[in-house]
């Protein structure tokens, strides 16, 4: 969403959401591939990830450092190095769980980002990561899956395996989850419905620091028509500052979207780490979103203070689709759409994903899929770092708000772009196993 924007993970040692936002990030569909989201910046701090020992021969064994199941993979020839990434070449009809995905699912994610890619010129820069090549790589295979019947997975599937090839991303990463919040809301202002959505200040310059969250809070922006909508409860707005996006469900029985319009450039302050620095023990306020929520309505001062210690302030503005909108500029698609660190990995690009979830019942969710990179955030940074997009309402916010698990993911480049890397176009080098 813009991430753009939706939640990164409520806590990043922890629960999956407080900690960074995810929410939805907008960018620009322009050569330079400018961000209109709240402050980020493409010079992050990266993540160290654990390697993994790769086998001997053209097939190998890796076993993660953080502990992921044993898996076999077909390699085809040694790694490469190229766009601060290590990239092993694989068979992808030999990734774990390959031959039972649902591919056409897929195939409509990636759909939704050629739309986007068809009508920018052939000799843009795709996205920021040079991995991403040019608009001209992608102009045939978003031809190709343009024709294809998303209902056909078969087929979908020798569409991936004939016209890409699989890089897997050495390394293991963190996975967390976002979602699109939900909040109650109405046009008008009342005691019931009295915490504003702000819209865009005119004055406002992308960039340069505004008006602080307490200054703000304070009155820096009342009476200046800027109100969009009057939300029932302070912890809420909060909570959809992080996300980023999120369904309204309007006092006179309508319901309208919102999504992220700016922000004012100050640093985001996580907070988990302010309640912490306080003095409060994380066991008494629950390691989920939703626990955390609850224990911060019950507390209304200690909640007002706590979120005034975080400067970040997100504008927003209304939104008429029919789900939230990631960096892409496209709606997200609930459990296919994934952000990811645009220094590393290019936006539009399939991503075979392993990793896992933990449901409510407390039980572990195997996920073996292909995902497509439309998001991105401020909080996800790392060249094995991915933020997994639930969707909406409330199992969609079990599952995110509980997400934080170690695995790995596959990246599928169009052949065009495969058959650059190793040679002065992409400045990689072959890397001895």
Not at 29 to 50: H, I, K, M, Y
Not at 170 to 187: D, M, N, W
Not at 209 to 235: H, K, M, Q, S
Request: charge should be positive; include cysteine.
């Amino acid at each position: 969403m813009f991430r753009r924007m939706l939640i990164s993970a409520l806590f990043l040692s922890g629960a999956a959401t407080l900690y960074g936002c995810s929410a939805t990030r907008s960018i620009s569909a322009n050569s330079e591939t400018t961000f209109r989201e709240r402050g980020l910046s493409f010079v992050g701090d990266s993540v160290q990830t654990a390697a993994r020992t790769p086998g001997v021969g053209l097939s190998s064994t890796r076993t993660s450092a953080n502990g992921l199941a044993q898996r076999a993979v077909k390699r085809i020839g040694p790694d490469i190095e190229a766009e601060g990434l290590t990239l092993s070449p694989v068979y992808a009809n030999s990734l774990p769980g390959w031959h039972t995905e649902r591919h056409g699912d897929a195939l409509e994610a990636f759909q939704q980002s050629c739309k986007v890619l068809s009508q920018r010129s052939a000799s843009d820069s795709a996205s920021r990561s040079a991995l991403g090549g040019q608009v001209g790589d992608w102009l045939k295979v978003c031809g190709l899956a343009a024709s294809l019947n998303v209902n056909n997975h078969s087929a979908a599937r020798e569409f991936f395996e004939d016209h890409f090839s699989a890089f897997e991303v050495r390394g293991t990463g963190t996975f967390t989850g976002y979602y699109e919040a939900e909040i109650k809301a109405s046009r008008t202002q009342s005691r019931a419905y009295n915490w504003p959505l702000y819209t865009r200040p005119p004055e406002l310059v992308s960039g340069q620091e505004y008006f602080t969250r307490a200054d703000i809070e304070r009155g820096a922006l009342r009476n200046r028509g800027l109100e969009l909508l009057y939300v029932d409860n302070p912890v809420d707005v909060f909570m959809l500052h992080i996300q980023g996006s999120g369904v309204v469900k309007l006092n006179d029985g309508t319901t309208t979207r919102v999504g992220y319009a700016a922000n004012n450039a100050h640093p985001f302050v996580s907070l988990r780490d302010e309640l912490e620095r306080r003095g409060y023990d994380k066991s008494v306020y629950g390691a989920s979103i939703q626990s955390y929520t609850r224990w911060l309505k019950e507390r209304p001062r200690i909640a007002m203070d706590v979120m005034n210690a975080n400067p970040r302030f997100i504008f927003f503005k209304e939104n008429f689709n029919d789900g939230p909108i990631g960096a892409q500029g496209i709606q997200l698609t609930g459990e296919r759409s994934l952000a990811v660190d645009l220094d590393f990995m290019p936006l539009h690009v399939p991503l075979w994903l392993e990793t896992h979830a933990t449901a409510p019942n407390g039980s572990s969710r195997s996920i073996r899929r292909m995902m497509v990179a439309q998001d991105t955030g401020s909080a996800i940074n790392g060249q094995v770092r991915g933020d997994f997009f639930w969707g909406s309402g409330a199992g969609a916010l079990a599952m995110a708000g509980r997400m934080k698990s170690p695995g790995v993911y596959t990246m599928l480049l169009p052949k065009p772009i495969a058959s650059k890397l190793g040679s002065n176009g992409l400045a990689a080098s072959q890397v001895a196993r």
